[in-house]
Structure formats: C-alpha cells, structure tokens
C-alpha cells in the first residue's frame, strides 16, 4: 500500500489538480460542528483616514512651527513624532515617495484604482511646499526625520561634487515613474532603504543600505533626501516657486556672516554683490549656446533612453517569462522552472505571451523616450543654472533646497533680537 | 522697527521683482493642476457599468476592479476610499515556496489557511503525513509540515480534524501542494491580513512565479474558493 502510495507521489507530483472531491465529506453520527474558516480583517478604514488627518495636522503644524514661532525646538519635537508615528507605528506605508509611483500607474493604468489616502499623501506635501517650502521634508516625511535626528556632525559636501550628485534623484525619478508607468514594478519602495528600519525586518541588502546612509547621515547631513529622493525633485521645483518660504533672518539681513556654515545642507546662498561681474555680453553668448544646445541634448537623451528599452524592458515578469521560455525552447538550459510551471498551468499560448512581451517592449521604448527626453532637459536647465550668476544682496536660502528645518534661524543676531522684543513684551 | 514681531517677513514687504511676478504665475499654474488633480480625486467619475456596485454614483472602484467602460474614464480615473489589500489567488498557485521567504516581515504573512467545509476529514491526510509515513501517528518524522504546524484530532472513526496553528506555519505550501495533488484541496495559501502590514508593492507579489497576486479590496480581502463548486 505504501510503495504504491508512493509511487503514486512520483507520478503525479508535478501535477497540481485544485480543488477535487476526491473524498466525500464525512457523515458524523455524533454532533460535530463544523469550525468556522478564519478571516482576520486588514486595519480598519478609520486608522487609514486618522493618518490623513494627521499628515494635514503635522504640516499646518511644521508650517506654523518654521514660519510663525521660527522655532527649531518646536521643529525637533515635531520630527520626533513623525519618526515614532509616519515611522515606526504606520511602518512606513503607505508614504508620499512611494505614491509618485501609485499616481503615475493610475494615469496609465485605468484599471488600477488609487486609494484616497495615497493621493493625499501625494498632493498634500506638494501643495504645501507650492505656499511654505518644503515644511514636509523639515519635520513630517519619516525617511527625512529618521536622517535629520542623525546629523551629528555636518561637512560640507564640495560644490561641484554635489551639483552631480543633485542629477541622481531625477534619473531616480524618471526610472521609477517609467516602472510605474508600464505597470512592471514599484522600485521607489523596492528600494526604499528606511522602511526595513521601521518596520524592524526586511530584506538584508536593503537594511544594511539603510544603516549605511543614516551612518553616512551622521557627517553628510541627510544623503538620502539630497541625493536619492525622488519626490524631492518635485518639492524642489515646488518649493521653488513657494509663496511664504522660510527666511533666514527675521528683518533685514546684515550680512554679519554668522549663519553661513549654519546650514547642514549647504542651503544657504551667500552674497555675490562684491564680486568682479563679468562682462554682460559674454553672459548672454553663453546662455544663448546652452539654449541651442537644449533641444540637442532632449533628443539625444530621448534617443538614448530609447535604445534602454529591452534592458528596462527585463525588469517586467511577463518580459523575462516570455524570453526565459524562448531560450528554454533553444537549448537545453531551464530557467525559471517554476515560472514555466505556472505557464503550462494556465493554458495560455506562447505566442500570445510573445505579443504582450512585445507590447511592453514597444511601452519602454515610448516612455524611454520621454524619460531621456525630460533627464536632458534637466542636464541642460542645470548647467545653464550653474553658468548663470544672479546677483545677490543678502544671505537667503536657496529655496529649491532648503529644507525649511529651522537650524539657521538662531545664529542671526536680528533673531536673538527679535526674541528679547517678543520676551519683554510679554514681560 | 517694522516687522520685528512678525514672524512671517517675507518679500512680500519688498517690492515685486520680475522674477516674483513670474514665480507668482506658475505658482497658480501648479496650484490649478493640483486643484484639479484634486477635483477628480473628490468628484470622482459616475460608474456606468450596468452591473457595477456604484452603478450611476459616483466610482468607488468595482468589487473585482475589472476594466472601466466609462466615456469619461480619460479624465476621471477611479480613486477609491475603498483600500486596496494584496492576496493570492489560490487557483494560480503552484506552492513554489517563495511565500515563505519572500515576505518583508521575518516570519511571512501568509499562512495555510483550512477550509473546514471542503476537508474529507481523511485519517490519511495527504497534507498531514509524509508520502512514506512509517505509522499513522503525529511523530514529527511522519509529518509533512516542517514546523509541525498542523493539529491532528480524533473526531471518530474514521475522521480526523486537521487543524492549522498559524503562529507556527511558516507559508511554505507544501501540505497545501499535496493536499491539492491528491486530496480534496481544502488547504490553500492566504495573506493573513492581521499580520500584513500592507506594502505598497508586495514583495512576494513581484517574485511569485504564477502571477497569482493581485490587490483586491479590503472589505473583501480573502479569495477562498467558494465550497459550493466542492459539493
Ligand atoms: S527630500 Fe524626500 S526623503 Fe527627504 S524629507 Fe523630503 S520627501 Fe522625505
Ligand atoms: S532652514 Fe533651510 S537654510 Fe536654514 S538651516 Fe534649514 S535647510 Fe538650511
Ligand atoms: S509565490 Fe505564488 S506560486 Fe509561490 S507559493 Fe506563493 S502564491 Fe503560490
Ligand atoms: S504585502 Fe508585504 S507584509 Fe503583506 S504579504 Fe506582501 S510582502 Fe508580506
């Protein structure tokens, strides 16, 4: 009986039959009660919109606490509880970083439905950083604040090796939307190296990028929203063109250069004023050239990302399928056995799979264009940026930049000044 | 001193340069789209699908999310206060493993879930025991489980009540790979939801080989094959 069981195993084990009556179902003759299938519940809906509630409330908060009161104390508190409440109780998602990806698949993808809370988190940050600055990066965003309590002992990052560095978080930001986009993967959050902290387990080369980055942390104050952050490029440009943005003095600045090494992110534009201008003309002939070569350098990016697309293109489980099962029909080498098994299982036809491989391919290859098209468009807006030199009378923040976390506030005397007023008057 | 006591000096103070008024400009253009964006989220389109849930209110995204016929689809995209959860669909399933060593979490959120109304309550269960059990007893050489995570009862004879204890099963699927194989299938894999904190992207999702993923809505967040196609 057991050796014809067990022959039976051989034979059939590759085999995988769902659900057959192979056995009645049993006649107890004594009361048996069937038990109940369990089904335990996600969390609630409420718990979701409490966290939207509390997003909104923590940057009215951060605005009020950067613009109003100009207080880091206030600022440091808030970023506490963001770690402890964004972090490690909400264990990361969903957050605004990894919704870049959400709402760019729901543009694509009429199919996918987008959850409300997702494009709160999305749209919230950005249109706070459209009228304060980047009052989300200061105290709420939890991968920010996790890197912001870490900052011990800032350096300065030399000029021109962060200008290159500031060109990752675009090509970062490309990628992930062209992912998203073609349905194939959400990278952001694949790679997101702070929810494994959060979440107190996770993938180990994940982890350890995240030990890492808060180890660089302590001396390169935040790499990870400087150098990497996606959604930075968008509160950057956001924040750019912010309405009420948080000034390092409270009056008019006296150009006493205390607050020049104050800022930890090299945020803080000094005064040109002094400096031998250049000829104007010769300014202009430079912008002009980096003008013309704008177009070029869109096209000749849109070119190249193009030509990405059967690599990009492998990143997709349909793609990779469907050429594992061609080279599997070439030669004698099996790949992705267990793929292939689902294949055979699902009775669907190679050159229906071969189509949909193809489809996406031709995806690629469109949105290739358009992510090279918009990473050489930035290339060139950030050269004609560097080779630009606008005038300027006061010490300021840059405010694509600047993260609004209220450290350089205090080392301006018109500050100090400005708190013994406010102490008297309410003496 | 003007605006000492005020905290929020700003150029508005200053007179307007060109460059403000230009920042100004696209400040309103951001707004407006965000406004809008905004306005599809809240409006929402009017489901128009004759058997939707929400047939002519506004889309809260259909039970099974299926392909939107509406006219206006174009601009209003679905968004729903409805959440989305993941789980895996048991008919595509073929038990590779992954799941159990695929989930962010130490321990995997999906678990073997029994379903009781399905089970043949056979004494030798083919989930429960190795192929080659020596004895038909719960020695741990015999079981097929390599946590040991599944109960053996005596109801009466000849039935046995198998039950799961989900604090040791580790989402491995393979009583559910030979239940299925030769027994009636009353064992499948399911994200428990109590214990999945939900990610964005699921990291099994992306590495299951069948594609048998997907997120389905939270209200309804289990796919177990209804008993009635079993009897
Ligand atoms: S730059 Fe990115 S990671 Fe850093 S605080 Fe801002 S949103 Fe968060
Ligand atoms: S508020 Fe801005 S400029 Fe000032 S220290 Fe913070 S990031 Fe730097
Ligand atoms: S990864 Fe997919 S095929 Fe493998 S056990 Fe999990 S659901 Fe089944
Ligand atoms: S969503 Fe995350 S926690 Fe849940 S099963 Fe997938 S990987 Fe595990």
Redesign the pocket.
């Known amino acids: 009986m057991r050796k014809i069981l067990v022959m039976l195993f051989l034979l059939v084990s590759t085999l995988t039959c769902f659900a057959e009556n192979r056995f009645p179902k049993p006649q107890f003759e004594k009361g048996y009660t069937l038990p109940e299938t369990t089904a335990p519940g996600p969390r609630s809906i409420l718990l979701e919109s409490v966290d939207v509630v509390v997003l909104l409330a923590a940057l009215s908060l951060a605005t009020w606490l ?1 613009l109003k009161k100009r207080s880091r104390r206030g600022v440091f508190l808030l970023t506490i509880f963001s770690v402890i409440y964004f972090g490690f109780w909400k264990k990361g998602c969903i957050c605004s970083i990894g919704a870049i990806q959400n709402v760019t698949l729901w543009l694509f993808d009429n199919q996918y439905v987008l959850p409300l809370s997702a494009a709160a988190y999305f749209i919230l940050p950005l249109v706070f950083a459209l009228l304060f600055g980047r009052v989300f990066c ?1 105290a709420v965003c939890p991968l920010g604040t996790i890197q912001d309590l870490m900052i011990l002992f800032p350096v300065k990052v030399p000029s021109c090796l962060a200008q290159i560095l500031k060109l990752i978080p675009y090509v970062y930001l490309g990628l992930g939307a062209l992912f998203a986009a073609t349905g194939t993967a959400f990278v952001i959050c694949r790679l997101d190296p702070f929810v494994p902290i959060f979440r107190l387990s996770g993938k180990l080369p994940i982890l350890m990028t995240g030990i890492v980055l808060l180890l660089i942390g302590i001396f390169v104050a935040r790499p990870y929203c400087r150098f990497l952050c996606p959604f930075s490029v968008l509160l950057n440009w956001m924040s750019k063109l912010s309405k009420w943005h ?1 000034t ?1 003095t409270p009056d008019e600045c006296v150009k006493c250069r205390l607050c020049e090494k ?4 090299d ?2 534009q000094i005064p040109n004023i002094n400096q031998v201008a250049e000829p104007r003309i010769s300014g202009v002939h430079r912008l002009i050239m980096l003008l013309i070569l704008l177009p070029f350098l869109a096209i000749g990016g849109g070119w190249a990302g193009s030509r990405l697309d059967v690599v990009l293109a492998r990143e997709n489980p349909t793609v990779r399928l469907a050429e594992a099962i061609q080279q599997n029909d070439q030669s004698e080498l099996k790949l992705m056995v267990f793929e292939k098994e689902a294949f055979d299982g699902s009775g669907m036809k190679k050159e229906d799979l071969y189509v949909q491989a193809h489809t996406l391919r031709n995806k690629f290859r469109k949105g290739g264009w358009f992510m090279g098209g918009f990473l050489g468009v930035v290339f060139g807006c950030s050269l004609i940026g560097v080779s630009i030199k606008r005038t300027r009378d006061s010490y300021e ?2 405010r694509g ?9 205090m080392s301006c005397p018109k500050e100090h000044q400005r708190i013994k007023k406010l102490n008297q008057v309410n003496c | 001193m003007p605006g000492t006591c005020k905290g929020m000096q700003t150029e508005l103070t200053k007179p307007q340069s060109r460059r403000d008024f230009i920042r100004g400009i696209l400040r309103n253009v951001f707004l407006a789209v965000l406004a809008c964006f905004g306005g599809t989220v809240i409006l929402r389109k009017v489901c128009l699908k004759a058997d939707g849930a929400d047939h002519g209110k506004a889309c809260s995204g259909c039970p099974d999310l299926v392909r939107c016929k509406s006219p206006y689809s174009w601009l209003a995209r679905p968004v729903s206060t409805r959440r989305t959860v993941w789980q895996l669909d048991p008919a595509k399933c073929i038990q590779c493993g992954r799941c159990a060593t695929n989930c962010v979490l130490r321990i995997s959120a999906v678990k073997c879930v029994h379903r009781f109304e399905m089970c043949g309550y056979c004494k030798l269960c083919f989930g429960f025991f190795q192929p080659g059990a020596d004895t038909l007893t719960s020695a741990a050489e015999n079981q097929m489980c390599p946590t040991g995570a599944i109960r053996r009862k005596f109801i009466e004879e000849p039935y046995y009540e198998y039950t799961i204890d989900e604090s040791l099963c580790i989402g491995c699927g393979r009583c559910v790979k030979t239940c299925g194989a030769f027994g009636n299938g009353s064992l499948i894999l399911q994200v428990r939801h109590d214990l999945c904190v939900n990610c964005n992207e699921c990291s099994i999702a992306r590495n299951c080989p069948a594609g048998a993923y997907r997120r389905v809505p939270a209200d309804e967040p289990y796919l177990f094959k209804p008993a009635s196609q079993n009897t």
Not at chain 1, 401 to 408: E, H, I, N
């Open positions: 950067v200061a948080a390092i104050s800022c930890p992110f945020a803080i923040p840059d930049a600047c993260l609004s976390c209220a450290r350089c506030f």
